[in-house]
């Protein structure tokens, strides 16, 4: 607050300043970084792009924090299926005013970041119902639940925070019960829906499914945004694992000799695969955000065209399989870091622990994972489904789909790299990946149409089409992008001749690794053929990790952020990882001291089976 | 202490009832199970079975706590390369006294867990010097760390505690350094070699390697019991995750009808396999503990024969395997159950959190699970080499390797399943992984051969045959092991029939999803070939999952302990998910009260941008 570090100005003006603060406040401290990015963000562009200008008002008290705010979807027993959210809002046209209501502990709002013991406003999403009792479905309020003066809590309102979890305990997330709480009509945000102060109902959409989707449009931010935060986590475990890989020793050739653990085969195939994932989905990331500026800037001003919708659609797709890949890929990652540490990995001081824990939660909240990859392969049946239908064009405005007009030829092809040495380029795996993901999209419709064709409903269709089809294809068609991006950006004539290399590497092992998970697959589908096929792509991932070894510590020096904010002893940046180790574990607090309790464990000590007859 | 649960004579007789005590205290709280294990098995162990009879005076002492002990190989810059610790130990003939001493930091003793802040006395490895400065390698002595009394350090011990880990932090890992700290000759816990008290080494080992070996073997122990704990982790988890998941309502086929989201076929996939893991696994992990009981008893009487050796390469082998197959199935499986329980398996108070922390260090202490795994294969090869060179059989006491005598023939062997039902018995996996073993076996060996005849020497052969080779090799031979012991036992004929139709299920779907991880090898080699086969396997594990489902509740309630122990509101065994939760949540403390600091950040908080002219 006192340093201002980004005007609002200027975040608007440079979209990539707000994921770049996010990114050097959550490196020093996530919890610090998620509590702006709830107020001002996640809160403040509720209020902004779901509201209309009667809520202009409250802009400039979020930017000077005179209101604290949080976005309060979730309820106890109501997160993922949020239409089915049960807090109701109905209007009184006598009073103008809305009633928020919570009709039993179970609708309570639950997991609330920020209202547990900051937030003194609310933007709470209701059952909207008009006298005469009828529901208009799902709409935002804005409901002020403290004192912004006291911090107690308003009438009506019962709030409170939930509890320690497992990270992010900086973080204040928090549950509220609403009895018959009175806020001015006004305070709907009426963007996508309003009420007459009469009490009549008003919306431009044509119906509630389609308001609703609009209504929810805010979400894509927090996806695109947790993104980039699952890439920080990645690459501060990385920074820690690496130099630390490089300067242990243990074991050697003969007795006394001891090699850096860097120089494992082993150790290198666990770490130097995500090193490369770091930097092919920090591209990504970045440029996933950029692309939601785009839209975002079209939603603001008068382009609301079919472009912009398919923008919209497109950009869906890709932040709710972003998400789940880029999450999925830290926590496995931080784990594999903390393992390649070894005991020291599990010590406090050295943050890896910290790093997993405060990571965990990207993997669910705005949409848990496994749920969120439903969007994204439903989008791509969808566009088959036109196809195959109505004969349309596979086109997007981020041409992410457009390969998908040749499926029938991509089909029909199959793995022919003559030697482990033409595999050493990303374009392998990524004729691959069009392949892959050509067959998933075939057989997750197929599948699909099987399902009804016995019999399903729609719900069991889909609930029965996810395991081995349409979960798979929705992380496969995003590590395609994400390798096709970073494949671009690595290849460009622009990039100095001494970068190619090394970052060329880097997208050709992203590519492998990502790629030689689904080996299965492209054997069971016919891409693949014989024993060589296979092992053609490990010996090339094999290679590439050796190749891009000694360049490790280089590549993390340039992500990793300065000691005082990486924060951990054996993750210096001067190796010094003993003596840093020892001077941190000497500094901490009655470290040779005895415990307070210490005469109950010697003097005092209970008498072996003095309770025995008891049992 | 006081309810003396396992009284020594017990202990011996029954030795499963160890495991049970530890289980039972892990599953109320590691931190406590730990501590006792490491004081009365690590701790007393070794000086039971690495001494002589001059020690047995220490063992009462350690019974009635008068004592309380601690296991010291570990130095701050080595672990797993435990030969090159560097702590030494020098006789000195003319007071008959070793004089142990830390040469720097880098050999003070670390992690060594309860040396922080309870241990009086350290059983400590070190490099033994007779005078003349021979060194005769490492050997174990009894150092008193602190006085019983008053649980000071004694003197020229430096002793403290390593400070937070990411997990079991209710145990107190220390470190110690010794500046020339004089102990009795007879503190040599002397069965692999003794000195003599005018200076002689003595040893009835051939040479240092063979003594360091048997010196060693008491870590066997740690090993099993670590299979043992990781499966406890697990079995709580799921108890959580699958109660949680036949309680909770998401979605439904129409609006306001809710189904729990266990009838999710993904939810189903992502818990049930390792509902049969935990099953598959329990029994792996008796059967192991009763067969180390089987050596143990030997190696105390006076079975000292071909066998009894073989027995123990045998048992190394498995538990060198098991525990990272176990701890790492553990720690996949809780981080599976508490992304399964979405935002609500964060929440600390539900415990999943703490199992996943309480868990990680299984996976490192007591030998890195990657580092173990080559114990594994080197085994197997060296059977390998002896039959290709010399002409021996493959067979071993437990029988685990006696199936590979039939090598040529299983390689030649290819699925031959005609249809999904024909998949539903563990013997159809139990063959692909027979396949499988000596294929990975056969490529292990070829591998090996083949860095050597292109230069490498044998340690980096070694290193460089690891990942796709050996490392593979080790978990699917000790896979099949697991599936093995656990198909005989589901299929023995006084199994009740009631049980054997879900216990056969549960055979069948660890023995498949197991196998299906290696889905890419069987392609590779040959073993599978066209597109059915990798489907049918896929289908069998959803058809036995669907099969599965309604029993899950009861499979739970099988392994779950008491609520009481359990300790998990979305856990409980009534189902009265959100009572539960609610209930918890609203008895933490000061759960509703403003935060201290209320007024800074209210009324006295700070100014936005008064610091931005300083920057």
Redesign the interface.
């Known amino acids: 607050?006192?340093?201002?570090l980004l005007?609002v100005e200027e975040m608007v003006a440079r979209p990539l300043s707000v994921q770049t603060l996010i990114a050097c406040l959550g490196m020093y401290d996530w919890s610090l970084a998620v509590k702006f990015l709830l107020h001002m963000l996640t809160f403040g562009s509720a209020i902004y792009s779901s509201g209309s200008e009667r809520h202009l008002k409250y802009l400039p008290k979020i930017?000077?924090?005179d209101i604290?705010g949080c976005f309060a979807v979730?309820e106890?027993?109501?997160?993922?299926?949020a239409?089915?959210i049960r807090t109701t809002a109905h209007y009184d046209p006598t009073t103008e005013e809305f009633i928020i209501h919570s009709p039993d502990?179970?609708a309570?709002k639950?997991?609330v970041g920020n209202m547990g013991?900051?937030a003194t406003h609310a933007v709470v999403f209701a059952q909207l119902y008009t006298p005469g009792g009828q529901c208009h479905g799902l709409h935002s309020f804005v409901v002020q639940i403290r004192n912004?003066?006291?911090?107690?809590?308003m009438p009506g309102v019962?709030?409170?925070?939930?509890?320690?979890?497992?990270?992010l305990n900086g973080v204040?997330n928090g549950?509220a019960m609403f009895h018959k709480v009175r806020i001015p009509r006004q305070d709907l945000l009426n963007r996508t829906g309003d009420v007459t102060p009469e009490g009549t109902y008003v919306t431009p959409f044509k119906d509630d499914r389609q308001r609703f989707g609009a209504s929810l449009g805010t979400l894509s931010f927090g996806r695109v945004a947790i993104v980039g935060m699952s890439i920080v986590n990645l690459k501060l475990a990385l920074s820690i694992a690496l130099r630390f890989s490089a300067t242990r020793?243990?074991?050697?050739?003969?007795?006394?000799e001891?090699v850096p653990v860097l120089e494992?085969?082993?150790q290198q195939?666990?770490l130097l695969p995500y090193l490369a994932a770091v930097y092919a989905l920090d591209h990504f990331s970045k440029s996933l955000y950029l692309d939601l500026a785009e839209l975002q800037q079209g939603l603001m001003g008068t382009d609301q065209g079919a472009r912009q919708a398919e923008l919209g659609r497109e950009i869906h797709a890709l932040a709710s399989a972003g998400k789940p890949l880029a999450s999925w890929t830290a926590?496995r990652g931080i784990?594999e870091c903390?393992?390649a540490c070894?005991?020291h990995?599990?010590?406090?001081?050295n943050r890896?622990?910290?790093l997993?824990?405060d990571n965990?939660?990207n993997?669910?909240?705005e949409g848990?994972?496994?749920i969120l990859l439903q969007q994204t392969s439903s989008y791509l049946l969808s566009l088959l489904a036109c196809h195959v239908q109505g004969g349309a064009r596979f086109e997007s405005p981020l041409r992410t789909v457009d390969f998908l007009q040749a499926y029938p030829d991509i089909l029909g092809q199959r793995f022919t790299c003559p030697s482990v040495d033409s595999c050493l380029d990303s374009s392998v795996p990524l004729a691959a990946y069009e392949w892959l993901v050509c067959y998933l999209l075939r057989e997750s419709y197929q599948k699909l149409n099987q399902e009804k064709r016995s019999g399903s409903?729609d719900?069991?269709a889909r609930?029965?089409s996810?395991?081995?089809y349409c979960?798979p294809l929705a992380l496969a068609f995003l590590e395609l992008t994400v390798v096709r991006r970073f494949h671009e950006y690595t290849h460009q004539p622009r990039v100095p001749p001494p970068l190619r290399a090394v970052l060329g590497r880097l997208s050709a092992l992203y590519a492998l690794w990502s790629l030689?998970q689904h080996?299965?697959?492209l054997?069971?589908?016919?891409y693949?053929c014989g024993?060589q096929?296979?092992?053609m792509i490990?010996n090339a991932i094999?290679d590439l990790c050796s190749q891009l070894k000694d360049d490790a510590v280089a590549l993390v020096d340039v992500i990793a952020p300065p000691d005082f904010v990486l924060d951990s002893p054996i993750g210096r940046a001067d190796g010094e990882l003993?003596k840093n180790?020892?001077t941190?574990?000497?500094l901490?607090s009655?470290?040779?001291e005895?415990?307070s309790w210490?005469s109950e464990?010697?003097?005092h000590?209970?008498?072996?089976?003095?309770?025995?007859s008891k049992?």
């Open positions: 607050m006192e340093y201002s005007p930017f000077n924090m604290f979730t106890l027993s109501h997160g993922s299926n239409k089915a502990f179970e309570a639950f997991w013991k900051t912004p003066k006291t911090l107690l809590p019962m709030v409170g925070d939930i509890g320690k979890k497992l990270g204040d549950f020793c243990q074991f050697g050739p003969s007795d006394g001891e494992y085969q082993t195939w666990r926590q784990q903390r393992e070894g005991g990995g599990c010590l406090a001081v890896l622990g910290d997993r824990n965990d939660p993997c669910t909240f848990d994972n496994n409903n719900f069991e609930n029965n996810q395991v081995y979960h030689s080996t299965a697959l054997y069971q589908g016919g693949f024993e096929a296979g092992k490990q094999l003993y180790l020892w941190a574990v000497l901490e009655r470290v040779l005895r415990p210490w464990f010697s003097v000590k209970p008498r072996i089976g003095s309770l025995k049992l």
